[in-house]
């Protein structure tokens, strides 16, 4: 049994920023009450202590006070800004305070999906053609062909995305980068178009040491036109959505993309990959999510790892395990 540990919890709970005026789709990401209970009682039931922390105005405050914990189990997402998911970590890291997943630069390269790819492109990972459009005047120099797809550059759960990020010609490319610059303020990823099966892939683990628990398909209801992994399609999956792991040949392009790219990027302990099959069956890395969901049985990382026959409270405990033998790694080399 690992040895127990004081584990302090950082978090955005939706609930909150719900009762400050926030929408819905602002705050998307974040977690729910049974998300964070869910977590805390199975860190408990492996022999950790628990301390609820909140969100990074909390974990100031505690700091200020000079609170401290053997780790940090954090999966604050942040609200403004492209470094957003990295407030945490970067705060944690000058306070020496160990944590869980990806450290501030994976996690702001991974969040601007842009970046993202440049960096898997330069490393020899598939992933769609693309362009950035950080202003109108940007549209005119894309040369990638029809049909394309545009989703704002740096959100989450399908944030931004819909049937109408499917773009057939230039008019359209116009609108619809008009549309998510002025509601999203930020930059617009547009890339080719990635017609094939969709799939994602969940990993655990850091570097060399990480492997695949399984590949997820999604898999739409409504089987007319192509499939749209949208906002509405995340938000509302238990009715619209089929989820089912695949083996075989398939799944193990899918698993070694995912890999390449997590591996590419540095992130760690823990982490989701999403990749889409091209119009000739190539595995093409869509996005990463080095702070993946944990609602036990909403959240892809979850539903993969319980459809593998292993329980939420072994994922969360593996993900603490992860963590502190990572930490104590790099120690034992440093004293080396």
Same mark, same amino acid.
């Given at each position: 049994?690992?040895?127990?540990?004081? /584990?302090?919890?950082?978090?955005?709970? +939706?609930?909150?920023?719900? &009762?400050?005026?926030?929408?819905?789709? =602002?705050?998307?990401?974040? =977690?729910?009450?049974?998300?964070?209970?869910?977590?805390?009682?199975? !860190?408990?039931?492996?022999?950790?202590? %628990?301390?609820?922390?909140?969100?990074?105005?909390?974990?100031? #405050?505690?700091?200020?006070?000079?609170?401290?914990?053997? *780790?940090?189990?954090?999966? @604050?997402?942040?609200?403004?800004?492209?470094? +957003?998911?990295?407030?945490?970590?970067? %705060?944690?890291?000058?306070?020496?305070?160990?944590?869980?997943?990806?450290?501030?630069?994976?996690?702001?390269?991974?969040?601007?999906?842009?970046?993202?790819?440049? /960096? *898997?492109?330069?490393?020899?990972?598939?992933?769609?053609?693309?362009? $950035?459009?950080?202003?109108?005047?940007?549209?005119?120099?894309?040369?990638?062909?029809?049909?394309?797809?545009? #989703?704002?550059?740096?959100?989450?759960?399908?944030?931004?995305?819909?049937?109408?990020?499917? $773009?057939?010609?230039?008019? =359209?490319?116009?609108?619809?980068?008009?549309?998510?610059?002025?509601?999203?303020?930020?930059?617009?990823?547009?890339?080719?178009?990635?017609?094939?099966?969709?799939?994602?892939?969940?990993?655990?683990?850091?570097?060399?040491?990480?492997?695949?628990?399984?590949?997820?398909?999604? *898999?739409?209801?409504?089987?007319?036109?192509?499939?749209?992994?949208?906002?509405?399609?995340?938000?509302?999956?238990?009715?619209?959505?089929?989820?089912?792991? %695949?083996?075989?040949?398939?799944?193990?392009?899918?698993?070694? $993309?995912?890999? +390449? @790219?997590?591996?590419?990027?540095?992130? +760690?302990?823990?982490?989701?990959?999403?990749?889409?099959? =091209?119009?000739?069956?190539?595995?093409?890395?869509?996005? !990463?999510?080095?702070?993946?969901?944990?609602?036990?049985?909403?959240?892809?990382?979850?539903? /993969?790892?319980?459809? @593998?026959?292993?329980?939420?409270?072994?994922?969360?405990?593996?993900?603490?395990? &992860?963590?502190?033998?990572? %930490?104590?790694?790099?120690?034992?080399?440093? @004293?080396?």
């Amino acid at each position: 049994m690992e040895m127990p540990m004081n /584990i302090g919890l950082v978090y955005d709970l +939706r609930s909150d920023y719900l &009762k400050m005026g926030f929408s819905e789709e =602002d705050t998307a990401e974040f =977690d729910s009450e049974e998300t964070i209970s869910a977590i805390e009682t199975a !860190l408990c039931e492996c022999g950790h202590s %628990v301390e609820r922390i909140g969100n990074y105005f909390a974990l100031h #405050k505690k700091l200020a006070a000079q609170k401290s914990w053997d *780790l940090v189990f954090n999966i @604050a997402e942040g609200l403004y800004g492209m470094g +957003r998911e990295s407030l945490v970590p970067c %705060v944690l890291d000058a306070y020496g305070i160990n944590y869980t997943f990806s450290d501030p630069l994976a996690i702001s390269l991974t969040l601007h999906k842009g970046m993202a790819k440049h /960096i *898997l492109k330069g490393c020899g990972v598939a992933t769609a053609d693309f362009a $950035v459009v950080n202003n109108l005047g940007d549209i005119d120099s894309i040369n990638l062909g029809f049909p394309l797809f545009a #989703k704002p550059a740096a959100e989450g759960t399908g944030k931004g995305i819909s049937d109408r990020s499917i $773009v057939w010609n230039s008019a =359209d490319l116009k609108r619809v980068c008009t549309e998510l610059l002025v509601r999203y303020s930020q930059p617009v990823l547009v890339e080719k178009l990635l017609e094939g099966r969709e799939f994602t892939v969940g990993i655990i683990g850091s570097g060399s040491e990480a492997v695949s628990v399984g590949v997820m398909e999604i *898999l739409p209801r409504n089987k007319e036109g192509i499939f749209v992994y949208s906002y509405e399609n995340k938000e509302n999956c238990e009715s619209l959505l089929d989820y089912s792991l %695949v083996y075989g040949d398939t799944a193990d392009r899918c698993a070694d $993309v995912a890999l +390449r @790219a997590y591996r590419a990027l540095g992130c +760690r302990d823990a982490g989701r990959v999403d990749v889409r099959l =091209d119009g000739d069956g190539i595995a093409n890395v869509i996005e !990463l999510n080095p702070l993946p969901g944990l609602h036990p049985t909403h959240s892809d990382l979850p539903m /993969i790892w319980t459809k @593998a026959g292993m329980s939420y409270r072994q994922l969360i405990c593996s993900i603490a395990a &992860k963590a502190k033998a990572r %930490v104590e790694h790099i120690q034992e080399s440093k @004293a080396i």
